[in-house]
């Protein structure tokens, strides 16, 4: 049987934990930056994880990550 395709857009955007669990960067920390508050861009480094309801489709759609 072929191998399957992935979604390139999300395997370069998720990454799994340890656990097994998908993981992916915050947004809004690209550019644009001085007007946003020094608060507000160290929380935005933290990556968070993907919601369980989530997992399943991420799964779906990057079966070798």
Known sequence: MPKMK???GAAKRFSRT???K???KQSHRSH???KKSTK???QLRAT???HDSDQ???ARMVPYL
Request: aromatic residues 4%; without cysteine; glycine residues 4%.
């Open 32 to 34: 644009i930056l001085t």
């Open 56 to 58: 399943k489709a991420i």
């Open 40 to 42: 507000r861009k160290r």
């Open 48 to 50: 968070l994880a993907i």
């Open 6 to 8: 992935s979604n390139s």
């Open 22 to 24: 998908f993981k992916h």
């Open 18 to 20: 340890a656990s097994g």
